[in-house]
């Protein structure tokens, strides 16, 4: 079974809205990091945050980690039409990669 | 820097047919990985190689599927012989190291279609 869960499954949101995605996960971890997959693409990561470490941000984007939940968030500030793509979280530990099954955001023009 | 590469992009087989692709990570990047994507999944890891030993291969179905990586660089994945549902997206991924501390980078798949 997939160690991190995505929450939403599916969003849809005007352009210039902010999107939040959910991660939660059941056993301790080393860190966890976003993905984002473009329909046919491969996956580009785009932010790994610490077990240790409470929020972090990049560019537009803002994760929060809190270890006791056992749950990450993605924030996308003012989001884009080229934002338009699966998001997944993954969870490491020991070493080993796990990854989620997606919220899919669609971002409407 | 170029990226991780793979090929073949798009597959089709007969069910029972033997299928292989292959995947040249980018250069200096000691760990390896080869995912599944079924349509609507996340990846879901069937094989980790740091440099060219294995070290998971827990989710890989071995009476069927195969792989290797010789000296440490490219690496090669086989189905022998195929089922429909192996219809997926095959990834491979590269990083620096080993231990999941650094970002993986993704090749853009190889898309097989088992008939």
């Known amino acids: 079974s997939q160690q991190g869960e995505e929450d939403p499954q599916a969003l849809s949101i005007q352009e210039g809205e902010n999107a939040t995605m959910n991660c939660s996960y059941k056993t301790s971890i080393n860190n966890l990091q976003w993905y984002r997959q473009n329909s046919g693409r491969g996956l580009v990561h785009l932010i790994l945050i610490r077990s240790n470490e409470r929020e972090k941000h990049s560019g537009r984007l803002r994760v929060t980690l809190d270890t006791s939940k056992k749950s990450s968030s993605l924030l996308i500030t003012a989001s884009r039409a080229a934002d338009t793509a699966s998001y997944f979280c993954a969870t490491v530990d020991a070493g080993k990669s796990t990854f989620g099954d997606g919220t899919t955001l669609t971002v409407k023009p | 820097e170029a990226g991780v590469a793979q090929s073949p992009r798009y597959k089709i087989i007969e069910k029972r047919q033997s299928v292989a692709f292959w995947c040249n990570p980018i250069?200096?990047?000691?760990?390896l990985y080869w995912y599944q994507q079924i349509l609507g999944q996340g990846p879901k890891l069937l094989i980790q190689?740091?440099?060219?030993?294995?070290?998971?291969d827990s989710q890989l179905p071995k009476d069927r599927f195969s792989a290797e990586r010789l000296k440490g660089v490219d690496s090669t994945l086989k189905i022998q012989p195929a089922k429909l549902e192996d219809s997926a997206v095959y990834l491979c991924a590269s990083s620096l190291s080993r231990g999941g501390f650094n970002e993986q980078f993704f090749g853009p798949g190889t898309r097989l279609t088992v008939l």
């Open positions: 250069s200096g990047h000691a760990t």
């Open positions: 190689f740091q440099n060219n030993g294995v070290v998971d």
